[in-house]
């Protein structure tokens, strides 16, 4: 069994993810994974020490919280689909799914897979990756460097040491 095609559908969240494991037989398997770096690598041992070695995986596209285990999976040899929400949805609605848990998304996004095998994604060049990251931080650092800038207009003579000493590390 470990040679055929497994279908699993991925329902990420900020901090868990929900895994239906959609197997040649029929039969689903699920299981719960943190959505940290950690529980990513969980995942791939639990598939790996499940002889999963051969599957189509969909994740809907919700932004950060799923491109790390999308890029995890996908470094792991897995084919990966990252779909639109709305295909998703309209997926659940078209087979009569009105439950919704994270526990069903999963479910679905397996049967989806299954059904539309929607073309495989591919993950960023890890260079790509850290890129990405650093240009990321960056901007978060330039925003939060101007909203101080823009607090010493107005503040109070008590906080503008803490303004000042901020911007100097800054």
């Not at 494991?21 to 994974?33: C, E, I, M, N, S």
């Not at 949805?89 to 069903?104: I, M």
């Not at 650092?141 to 607090?151: A, G, I, S």
Request: net charge negative; aromatic share 6%.
């Amino acid at each position: 069994m470990e040679h055929e095609l497994h279908y699993i559908g991925i329902d990420t969240a900020k901090e868990k993810l929900d895994v239906d494991v959609l197997r040649p037989d029929g039969r689903h398997r699920t299981k719960k994974f943190a959505n940290t770096t950690k529980g990513h690598d969980e995942l791939v041992s639990w598939l790996k020490g499940h002889k999963i070695d051969h599957a189509h995986i969909c994740i809907e596209a919700t932004g950060t919280y799923m491109e790390p285990v999308a890029e995890c999976l996908y470094d792991a040899g897995y084919i990966v689909s990252v779909i639109n929400p709305a295909l998703g949805k309209a997926f659940a609605q078209s087979e009569g799914l009105r439950n919704k848990t994270d526990t069903v998304d999963a479910r679905m996004l397996a049967e989806f897979c299954r059904q539309k095998r929607p073309a495989a994604w591919e993950a960023p060049h890890p260079l790509e990756r850290a890129l990405r990251a650093l240009v990321v931080r960056h901007q978060a650092l330039t925003d939060m460097h101007t909203q101080e800038l823009n607090r010493t207009e107005t503040a109070r003579e008590v906080q503008r040491p803490s303004i000042d000493a901020h911007l100097l590390v800054a």
